[in-house]
């Protein structure tokens, strides 16, 4: 039987298998490679951090990833593939580990946060025509 997710370094072995996969599939690894340009190892500490945080409030996350991916959808935009490709490797990723409450939770929050992510990247251009109208 598989056991719950207790640690950082639990978080971090999740975080590091996820961009193992988003990496190698070209419908998406551009936009960490060629847009974002990120330092995988420096990039994965800090997603880490963030979920440690979401989990366990520890404190080891001081950002703000709305406004991260905001700039990164105005330099390419998001599109529901990138979406439905980051939902799918992290909910895979975080079963084929762990299994308990805490496994549950990180599933329930990366499902939560994307979706909302997704309906403001997506629904971005329909805003401003509203306000343009008004
Ligand atoms: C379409 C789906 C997504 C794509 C393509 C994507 C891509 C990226 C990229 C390229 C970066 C690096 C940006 C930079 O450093 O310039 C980033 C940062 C990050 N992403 Fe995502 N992301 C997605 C969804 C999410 C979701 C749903 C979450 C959380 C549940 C998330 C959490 C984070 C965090 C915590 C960072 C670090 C932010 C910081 O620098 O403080 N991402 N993402």
Redesign the pocket.
């Given at each position: 039987m598989k056991r719950d997710i207790e640690t950082r370094a639990d978080i971090h072995r999740i975080v590091t298998e996820f961009y193992q996969k988003m990496l190698a599939d070209e419908r998406?690894a551009f936009?960490?490679t060629d847009?974002?340009?990120?330092d995988v190892p420096e990039?994965v500490e800090?997603?880490t951090g963030?979920w440690n945080d979401v989990l366990f409030a520890a404190g080891d996350?001081h950002?703000?990833?709305m406004q991260?991916?905001w700039?990164?959808n105005g330099q390419s935009p998001?599109q529901h593939t990138?979406?439905d490709?980051?939902?799918q490797y992290?909910t895979q990723t975080i079963a084929a580990l762990f299994e308990g409450d805490n496994a549950a939770r990180m599933q329930q929050?990366?499902l939560s946060?994307?979706t909302m992510?997704?309906v403001k990247m997506l629904t971005q251009p329909l805003n401003k025509q509203d306000n343009t109208a008004r």
């Open positions: 998406v936009l960490f847009v974002a340009r990120i990039h800090k997603v963030f996350y950002g703000n990833p991260v991916h700039l990164l998001l990138h979406f490709l980051w939902l992290f929050r990366a946060i994307a992510m997704r």
